[in-house]
């Protein structure tokens, strides 16, 4: 099947499973990810579907879709605003699994992360080991067959509807601090776990801080060997800022920027109209299509066989979470001081006039201030930067 008949069907399904009601459901979603209750009916769509995983090789039940199909997809999706799926699973621990598991953990996981029966968050950071993670303090210590933790995670998103997590824990004070760290999956439900919620300023419950005393984990749920966790850290992270298609958030934002300034009236007229702010629209789509191009470079690498580095996901992660900022400051200024009445009623559950349509811009350029962070801040990709290719 060519691309431009890939793209077609695409299109058809999105137009079929995309109902009305997931639609106004999505357009309410401020966060990063979709609500869980909302993630797992799209995910269950997509799992009838055959569509789940696009970056899952076929034997593992996913489509074995080329890089190329699988951006077409990426883009469609956002450009139709369907709901953003949470990565933890399909595109960070199961290709994890995939390369570092055992086969008796690719078995009992792999089809439950697929089919969403189990929902994941990431246990990486911690209140004093956020984008330094080799400073993490959680511990483990093997008794027995079993892994006993104390601890705490902290920004772990949507730990409040997850029934597993994976962590880092540090097993060794031996050598570099990075040489010391494990990789281990601990069920929610264990005895010792405690989440507590932790409000955005946007007024989103997506982030929780997670507290461990004593959860006891076998170590047949220890992923890769013991001290092993910063190499399969490091993997996984170049999923986490590389996945997605970045430059189609970006534009899908700027879209609706544009069409709120071509109805909103300031000074008589459409903000459409403003010469400032046209300018700042323009240089932003400008912007988004530089990402997006470079997202088509490294696409191009792919169809080669080339893996992704540490130093392109960085630049995307960078580029990317800034531009996203950017595109929530231009929807800011098209709904202007009334978007931030209206959020805030909205926030507190009361009606206002044409509520949605200036209420959302401000939750999102609230909830667009953690994107140069989680994930690797964007100081830490720079060094990143620095290192890789200024070092020599």
């Keep these: 099947m060519s691309a431009i008949a890939f793209r077609e069907q695409v299109h058809e399904f999105l137009a079929k499973a995309l109902t009305p009601d997931l639609r106004r459901e999505c357009a309410d979603q401020t966060g990063v990810f979709a609500e869980p209750a909302l993630a797992r009916r799209w995910l269950a769509i997509l799992y009838r579907q055959g569509w789940a995983a696009p970056g899952w090789p076929v034997e593992y039940g996913g489509t074995g879709w080329p890089p190329l199909w699988r951006h077409i997809w990426e883009h469609e999706c956002a450009e139709a605003g369907t709901p953003v799926l949470p990565g933890m699973g399909l595109q960070m621990c199961g290709p994890v699994l995939m390369k570092y598991g055992t086969e008796a953990q690719k078995e009992y996981f792999l089809p439950r992360i697929l089919s969403g029966e189990d ?24 008794v027995e067959g079993t892994y006993v933790i104390n601890g705490s995670k902290i920004w772990t998103t949507h730990a409040h509807a997850a029934n597993w997590i994976f962590l880092l824990v540090r097993t060794s004070n031996s050598g570099r601090p990075q040489q010391g760290i494990t990789f281990l999956l601990c069920p929610m439900d264990s005895v010792g776990v405690t989440v507590r919620p932790i409000a955005s300023m946007s007024g989103d419950h997506e982030i929780n801080q997670v507290f461990l005393d004593g959860v006891r984990v076998p170590d047949g749920n220890r992923v890769g060997d013991e001290n092993q966790g910063w190499e399969i850290a490091k993997y996984l992270l170049t999923f986490e800022r590389s996945g997605g298609a970045k430059s189609a958030r970006v534009k899908t934002i700027l879209r609706r920027a544009r069409s709120l300034a071509s109805r909103a009236i300031r000074h008589g007229l459409p903000v459409i109209e ?3 702010f046209r300018r700042r629209l323009a240089e932003a789509e400008m912007a988004q299509a530089v990402l997006e191009a470079t997202e088509w470079k490294l696409l191009m690498s792919r169809q080669a066989g080339s893996p992704v580095q540490d130093v392109t996901a960085s630049i995307l992660k960078l580029r990317g979470s800034e531009l996203i900022q950017e595109a929530a400051c231009v929807a800011m200024e098209a709904a202007g001081q009334r978007g931030i009445v209206a959020h805030s009623h909205s926030a507190q559950g009361e009606l206002v006039d044409w509520d949605h349509e200036v209420s959302w811009p401000a939750a999102r350029y609230l909830n667009a201030r953690a994107d140069t962070i989680f994930g690797g801040s964007s100081e830490i990709q720079r060094d990143i930067l620095a290192r890789r290719l200024l070092d020599g």
Excluded at 126 to 136: F, I, N, R, V
């Design 119 to 142: 929902y994941w968050c990431q246990g990486y950071s911690e209140p004093q080991a956020g984008s330094d993670l080799a400073a993490l303090q959680c511990r483990a210590e093997l």
């Design 274 to 276: 403003d010469s400032d």
